[in-house]
């Protein structure tokens, strides 16, 4: 349970993202059993001055998340006509696992904002996707 001396202008304590972080991690393997798991990465033995106040230090992590791109991704979205004919997953083909767009994810807590900060990277084909096109 988070701390009572939490703020109500959303800001938390570094231990207070640790437990919120951990409570996220396993509500999320309950209800999304289908993509990896997020994992408490410890960064603890890498800042030795909180390593020594006792503060458990680290991050969340989620990796190597495939998102297979949507038909409608592949075809365009716009259509000639209001009409979609209906399609059946079962028809559709993956060419491989390249077919789709990779995400990595990392929860960080900014003890300057306090605040958790979420960092994320996309691929494809091994590239990173660019928001400057």
Request: hydrophobic share 30%; glycine share 4%; aromatic share 20%.
């Given at each position: 349970m988070i701390s009572n001396n939490a703020t109500c202008?959303?800001?938390l304590s570094s231990s207070d993202f640790q437990i919120a972080a951990n409570a996220f991690a396993e509500k999320w393997k309950k209800f999304n059993s289908d993509f990896p798991e997020w994992l408490w990465i410890d960064c603890s033995n890498?800042?030795?001055e909180f390593a020594a106040h006792g503060v458990s230090e680290g991050?969340?992590?989620l990796?190597?998340?495939l998102i297979h791109r949507s038909v409608k991704e592949e075809h365009g979205e716009c259509s000639s006509?209001?009409?979609e004919e209906p399609f059946d997953d079962a028809t559709l083909v993956q060419s491989n696992d390249n077919d789709g767009h990779w995400y990595d994810f990392h929860v960080v807590y900014?003890?300057?904002y306090s605040v958790p900060v979420?960092?994320?990277r996309?691929?494809?084909s091994g590239t990173l996707i660019s928001t400057y096109l």
């Open positions: 202008d959303g800001r890498r800042l030795l991050y969340l992590s990796q190597n998340v006509n209001d009409y900014s003890s300057s979420l960092y994320f996309a691929y494809s």
